[in-house]
């Protein structure tokens, strides 16, 4: 994997760590799901009118994805990051990489090394040492809410890469707004009483909430469907293993959540995991397998 690209995924790792802690700043006035939905139209107005219909056979597998990746997949995170605080959350969600890559296996015959399984089983330790003081975090039901979501968005990231590539900039726009209505009438069926809170909320929420489109969506989501467009899901999810990195440090340095041993200990692994996930295959099998992927 380049270097480039290598760094991209890094990126993107810190925009949804920080995206936690936006979520978390803004839910604390907006109610979760209709945050979302705000989220997403602010998205589909800026990306709706630079992109094309998409092609008669792309539908189904565009209103599949967005409805997944989009509406089901931050409705549960949004609502269980409210009920956890963001540390907590963050590394719950890193669920998601396990569920991607036996997905992966399972679905599109991906190979799964011996050092991506250390990698994996290593970081899985660390997010269930954090997990083992989900007590001091908030409620298990805002955990489970978040590793539902983890699951939801393997599976779209499993979709998107089997029926796929995608242009990275025309998936977004009609993920948002596919997803936007989807959100806004779950929203007005369950959280419609809170609804007056958009005219009371303050600017901090408010920037939270652009904060969650450009950064942790627009920009975020566009290199993500980029880089499954280049890579395969396999070098990719254990970059999302830095996601609770970033997601603590910045919820330090603006919530100042308390730091556990628990927390300190599994962030550790989850380091020492990614950096197994990404240990390069020995150069006689490397160049076996790039002689046989030429022919």
């Known amino acids: 994997m380049p270097i480039r690209d290598s760094l991209i995924a890094v990126l993107v790792a810190f925009l949804w760590g920080a995206q936690v802690t936006a979520v978390k700043i803004g839910g604390e006035e907006l109610p979760p799901i209709l945050m979302v939905a705000m989220r997403f139209f602010m998205m589909a107005v800026a990306l709706v009118p630079f992109c094309?219909?998409?092609?008669?056979?792309e539908w189904l597998p565009i209103f599949s994805i967005a409805s997944l990746v989009g509406a089901v997949h931050f409705g549960l995170l949004y609502c269980g990051i409210s009920r956890v605080d963001a540390s907590?959350?963050?590394?719950?969600?890193?669920?998601?990489?396990?569920?991607?890559?036996?997905?992966?296996?399972?679905?599109?015959?991906?190979?799964?090394?011996?050092?991506?399984?250390?990698?994996?089983?290593i970081a899985l330790l660390g997010v269930l040492t954090v997990l083992g003081g989900v007590g001091q975090g908030g409620a298990l039901s805002g955990v489970l809410l978040v590793i539902a979501a983890a699951f939801v968005f393997a599976v779209g990231t499993v979709l998107t890469k089997r029926w796929g590539p995608f242009n990275p900039v025309a998936i977004s726009a009609w993920t948002a707004l596919i997803a936007a209505p989807e959100l806004l009438m779950v929203s007005a069926a369950v959280e419609w009483h809170a609804w007056g809170s958009v005219l009371t909320a303050s600017p901090k929420a408010w920037a939270a909430v652009v904060y969650t489109a450009v950064s942790g969506g627009l920009i975020g989501f566009g290199l993500w469907y980029w880089l499954l467009g280049r890579h395969p899901v396999q070098r990719l999810t254990p970059f999302l293993l830095l996601v609770p990195v970033f997601a603590v440090a910045v919820s330090q340095l603006l919530l100042q959540e308390g730091v556990s041993l628990s927390l300190v200990v599994g962030g550790v692994a989850v380091l020492l995991g990614v950096a197994l996930c990404q240990v390069r295959l020995p150069a006689r099998r490397a160049h076996a397998e790039n002689t046989s992927a030429q022919r």
């Open 88 to 121: 907590t959350s963050a590394i719950a969600y890193q669920l998601s990489t396990p569920f991607t890559l036996l997905l992966a296996f399972a679905v599109l015959k991906e190979r799964i090394g011996l050092q991506v399984v250390a990698g994996i089983v």
């Open 52 to 57: 094309g219909v998409p092609k008669r056979q």
